[in-house]
């Protein structure tokens, strides 16, 4: 049994458009906020903060409600086509808006922003559980890590892409001194790039089809189920499935609490630490980011050979030794140096390792009538962590000391460890191959 990429690489084009709208609303919606509206960081942190707040409710409701979903285009396909389409229109009016408070301030103007805002977060939340569950929908249950790395790689790509067309179309040769920034050309080129990639997906990925084949063969397979059908057409997991399920969640939950922690407050760190600026900071993540870009595929093969739970566990093991080490480094040195760099593209590779596989080993545990509401309790998980972390490693910080952040990170991705021993399910069963097709690998 192979992985279809080509068709594995149709479906992360969802993923790809999705990630190049966070990569952009991440950039250009604080500066928006701070320089044409003039609010504090307080409130600009309330605002940006809104969307992991909404993703706690709105992700699982809908990929529920898209598993309960039945037309002829799909069940993920409507809330992608239409999700996308009000994320297109409302992300258009964002400048003109920005633009024009700018041009002649008034509270209309600015409580119209902050309303479609919240509409284009709504737009986003709507559709991105069903477009993650669209993956392994259509994949085979002992194939999704290797799907899941592919799909990963698709949506660093989308963020790829968005940032070298800010780079051309906003150098710091055009914007520097500048006192207002007109981003309506970058928004709708964003909103051209999330137009032809879901368009592209529609078009080539024939979501019924496809999900039919992939139900007919796991049918094939009821070796591959951990649920159990009580009658009544609704799934019920075996106790010893939920307790799994429950630790896995509590790991995904406390390896983001370190990693965000990290990721959130590094640039600060860095600062007050080694007295290192924005260029450095930006670097040693930029490292990380390309470390996790190249071992996506290579960890999907990895874990397809050894299994998904060991690669995690090996992954979490990597990823807090690097932060303590990186506690180490910037005690004792006063510069980033090319220790620093190889600490973070390890980093990179361990996150690599644990992310590719967590998605896949949460799905594994629900029959295909549930993947996008078990596709929900993955985000719950990690959006709670994500909200909770920055308020919480930044409290420490600055009651206790700066130099606790690495520490912070590592204990609890630590933790993530111990609770992952106590996870029994959700893993492939590796297939030992023989002969010639042990070299067989991607195609």
């Not at 400048?95 to 986003?124: C, Q, R």
């Not at 007050?272 to 900071?281: E, W």
């Not at 600490?343 to 996150?351: D, E, I, M, N, S």
Request: aromatic letters at 12%; proline letters at 4%.
């Amino acid at each position: 049994m192979k992985l279809n990429n080509k068709q594995t690489f149709m479906v992360g084009l969802a993923f790809l458009s999705i990630c190049a709208f966070w990569q952009m609303y991440d950039s250009i919606v604080p500066l928006i906020l701070t320089n044409t509206f003039h609010m504090n960081e307080t409130l600009s942190g309330a605002i940006m903060a809104a969307d992991n707040i909404l993703a706690l409710f709105m992700l699982p409701f809908f990929g529920s409600l898209s598993d309960k979903t039945d037309t002829k285009i799909g069940k993920r396909m409507p809330f992608i086509l239409f999700g996308t389409g009000l994320a297109i229109i409302f992300l258009n009016i964002l400048p003109l808006l920005d633009n024009g408070y700018y041009a002649e301030p008034n509270t209309f103007k600015l409580v119209s922003f902050v309303i479609v805002l919240g509409l284009l977060l709504v737009a986003m939340g709507t559709y991105r559980s069903p477009a993650v569950a669209l993956m392994p929908d259509v994949t085979p249950k002992p194939l999704r890590s290797k799907a899941n790395a592919i799909i990963n790689l698709m949506g660093a790509v989308g963020g790829i892409i968005y940032l070298g067309v800010a780079a051309v179309l906003y150098p710091n040769s055009k914007t520097a001194g500048l006192a207002h920034v007109n981003y309506q050309t970058l928004f709708i080129t964003v909103a051209s790039i999330m137009f032809v990639a879901v368009a592209l997906l529609f078009i080539f990925v024939k979501e019924p089809k496809l999900v039919s084949e992939n139900k007919a063969l796991e049918e094939k397979h009821p070796e591959w189920n951990l649920a159990e059908d009580d009658g009544s057409g609704n799934e019920s997991l075996p106790l010893e499935v939920k307790k799994s399920l429950g630790f896995l969640l509590a790991s995904i939950a406390l390896w983001f609490i370190g990693y965000n922690a990290v990721t959130t407050w590094f640039t600060t760190y860095i600062s007050a630490v080694m007295g290192q600026g924005l260029g450095g900071a930006s670097t040693c993540l930029l490292v990380a980011t390309a470390g996790a870009i190249v071992s996506y595929i290579p960890i999907g093969i990895i874990a397809e050979k050894i299994g998904r739970k060991k690669t995690i566990m090996a992954g979490i093991v990597l990823l807090s030794g690097m932060f303590l080490l990186g506690y180490v480094l910037t005690t004792t040195f006063k510069s980033i140096n090319v220790i620093m760099y190889i600490a973070f593209a390890l980093v990179g590779l361990a996150w690599a390792a644990i992310n590719v596989n967590s998605l896949p080993m949460v799905v594994e545990m629900c029959k295909g009538s549930d993947i996008g509401k078990f596709t929900g309790y993955y985000y719950t998980a990690s959006m709670s962590a994500q909200i909770v972390t920055p308020i919480v490693a930044g409290t420490l910080m600055r009651t206790i000391s700066y130099k606790i952040l690495f520490i912070y990170a590592a204990v609890f991705v630590a933790l993530a460890f111990i609770t992952m021993t106590q996870v029994k399910h959700g893993d492939q069963k590796v297939e030992h191959k023989k002969g010639l097709e042990a070299f067989e690998e991607m195609d």
